[in-house]
């Protein structure tokens, strides 16, 4: 199978492509700005976001939001890349988000919870993939109806469990790596986040265990996808799910496949989200508040490849972390506009890109042997 034939229209690509660099350049012409304004004039407000920017506590901050959602990209690149267009990543965040901390709670373990929260995510995911595969739905409908599930399902969860739809808080969280007790590995981290040359890096050897799973599965979902035979297969079922067919390959298997890794990823993201505050908070969106639907913008900017994906999402979580520093650094502009800031980003980002070119047979069905 040749690779114009797993990866589709070209002209389409290099559109999006474009229309990525326009916002990654726009971007970095705006540090570069802010750079020069705020070292020239330090005590104006391009002065405050510098050194707003600059505290290892922001970059910390946007490496812990980072995770759920570069998570849940992952896992909807798979998804998506296999011809399976899974917009219930949320609700796959919150079931495992709850499930999480109450396996933790009843087991006084962090790593049962995360493999309860696992099984959650991914128990989910399969009915999905069972609705839209086997019976062929919509996977737009099915999508929103896994979301509307959980969304309902953990809140009353934790009423029956914990009386209201908030969990109690653990009384224990992820460790950071300096923290972990890793022989060699903690002690050398721990002298390097004491290095003040660093400056913000410093934020690189404080991180939780999370953080580095995060770039783990980033790099290896990234080499699965592009170097393996299953990362071609799962190319192939969303591009041309009949050459893949004729080649041998069941295409039902591999979306299957995608869809569970989707439910892998997502309950490893729900887990870090409810563990980063030790509790499950049900009311409202929930503690995910829209994680999940941020996970499509960001490996859609991303142009569905791993890496991509968690900058975007960096981008993201980077405008959320300055937040409360800009708030108390008296910049004159109301907190409440300073909240909206993550979610206008995100406006713009659509806005500049346009049009995605998402797989050719995404959200198609397909049955061995059909003729397309």
């Keep these: ?47 405050a976001l510098v050194d707003i920017l600059l505290l290892p506590g922001t970059w910390s901050s946007t490496l812990v939001l980072a995770v759920p959602i570069t998570l849940a990209a992952v896992g909807g690149i798979f998804a998506e890349k296999s011809g399976v267009i899974n917009i219930g990543l949320e609700g796959l965040l919150i079931i495992s988000a709850f499930t999480a901390i109450f396996a933790a709670d ?12 696992i099984a959650a995510s991914v128990a989910l995911a399969l009915v999905f993939a069972v ?17 509307l599930i959980a969304l309902g399902l953990a809140p009353f969860a934790a009423r029956l469990v914990y ?26 981290f721990d002298s390097l986040a004491q290095v003040s040359l660093l400056g913000p890096f410093q934020a690189l050897f404080r991180a939780s265990l999370m953080v580095y799973l995060m770039f783990a599965v980033v790099a290896l979902s990234w080499y699965v996808l592009n170097r393996t035979n299953f990362g071609m297969w799962v190319r192939a079922s969303g591009e041309n799910p009949k050459a893949l067919d004729t080649s041998g390959v069941s295409v039902p298997r591999v979306r299957y496949a995608a869809a569970v890794l989707s439910g892998v990823f997502c309950g490893l993201g729900g887990a870090a989200l409810s563990y980063n505050v030790s509790q499950f908070t049900g009311s409202g969106q929930t503690i995910v508040n829209g994680k999940g639907f941020i996970a499509i913008v960001a490996y859609l900017f991303g142009n569905y490849n791993p890496v991509g994906a968690m900058f975007s999402t960096f981008l993201f979580t980077g ?11 008296g910049i004159g502009v109301p907190g409440t506009l300073i909240q909206t800031f993550p979610y206008i980003g995100v406006i713009v980002v659509l806005a500049l890109v346009g ?18």
């Design 1 to 47: 199978m040749s690779e114009a034939t797993v990866d589709g229209d070209s002209t389409t690509g290099r559109d999006w492509t474009s229309g990525r660099f326009v916002v990654v350049g726009a971007v970095l012409v705006a540090l570069v700005v802010l750079g020069v304004a705020g070292t020239l004039f330090p005590d104006s407000t391009a002065g």
């Design 319 to 329: 405008l959320e972390a300055i937040q409360q520093p800009l708030q108390f650094a």
């Design 131 to 147: 609705v839209c595969i086997e019976f062929r739905a919509n996977q737009i409908i099915a999508g929103l109806a896994i979301w």
């Design 355 to 372: 049009r995605t070119r998402i797989p050719e047979a995404a959200g198609e069905h397909y049955e061995t042997g059909e003729d397309n």
């Design 163 to 188: 009386g209201g739809p908030n969990t109690k808080s653990l009384p224990f969280s992820v460790p950071s790596v300096r923290n972990a007790g890793i022989p060699v590995v903690s002690p050398v």
């Design 106 to 117: 009843i087991t006084g373990s962090l790593w049962l919870g995360f493999g309860a929260a």
